[in-house]
């Protein structure tokens, strides 16, 4: 059974850090592309970043381009995401989700499976 | 990014009775090259994840009931649910995944009636 357990959510200030994790189980990590994606109050859904199965490719939504940095430990099967210079508008319920493998063109943006999610609040 | 338009925001009908959500994407998410469609719905219920529901536009996910159903190509998509149960009650969000960044519609929220 696929798994993706999210951790590191919670309260921090205007300009301060948080990382999250995502623990996976239930697949061969290695082999997915994964993505962070988020839900703000009473919004929809917002894809924020992903990375290559390799872990050799990154991207970034731009609202978060240069703030966040998106990485994984295929050997412990590990997706992280350090969030740096918080701000208010990056309040939000942060999903960790598994890309579906395609052979070309690439559908990685299409998600299988999803984590309960972690609740990041950015306020003073 | 190409802009995913869902219609209507949110809807009520009864229990039994048909469902529709529309959506239209800013551009066409059909590829030439094998002829799919990258377009799926997700169902959102409130302190659960987004489920996967319909993918290539018609696809149901493994253990989606029949009740649910995708149609249409191109630019312009529907979700159908053809006997709304309670459980159904949750938010709908089309997304294409044509290219990156995979956008999503603002959701249309479904209750009964």
């Known amino acids: 059974e696929v798994q993706l357990v999210e951790s590191g959510g919670g309260l921090v200030q205007p300009g301060g850090s948080l990382r999250l994790s995502c623990a996976a189980s239930?697949?061969?990590?290695?082999?997915?592309?994964m993505s962070w994606v988020r839900q703000a109050p009473g919004k929809g859904l917002e894809w924020v970043s992903d990375?290559?199965?390799?872990?050799?490719?990154?991207d970034y939504a731009d609202s978060v381009k240069g703030r966040f940095t998106i990485s994984r430990d295929n050997s412990k099967n590990t997706l992280s995401l350090q969030m740096n210079s918080l701000r208010a508008e990056d309040t939000a319920v942060y999903y960790c989700?598994?890309?579906?493998?395609?052979?070309?063109?690439?559908?990685?943006?299409?998600?299988?499976?999803w984590g309960q999610g972690t609740l990041v609040t950015v306020s003073s | 990014d190409i802009v995913m338009t869902q219609s209507p925001d949110s809807l009520a009908v009864s229990l039994g009775e048909r469902a529709t959500i529309n959506c239209k994407s800013s551009?066409?998410?059909?590829?030439?090259?094998?002829?799919?469609?990258?377009l799926a719905w997700y169902q959102h219920k409130p302190g659960q994840p987004p489920k996967l529901l319909i993918f290539?536009?018609?696809v149901r996910e493994s253990g989606v009931p029949d009740r649910f159903s995708g149609s249409g190509s191109g630019t312009e998509f529907s979700l159908t649910i053809s006997r709304l149960q309670t459980e159904d009650v949750a938010v709908y969000y089309c997304?294409?995944?044509?290219?990156?960044?995979?956008?999503f519609g603002q959701g249309t929220k479904v209750e009964i009636k």
């Open positions: 990375i290559s199965a390799s872990g050799g490719n990154t």
């Open positions: 551009q066409s998410v059909l590829h030439s090259s094998n002829n799919k469609n990258y």
């Open positions: 239930g697949f061969t990590f290695s082999y997915y592309d």
């Open positions: 290539w536009a018609s």
């Open positions: 989700a598994k890309g579906v493998a395609c052979s070309r063109p690439s559908c990685s943006h299409l998600f299988d499976y």
């Open positions: 997304q294409q995944y044509y290219s990156t960044p995979g956008t």
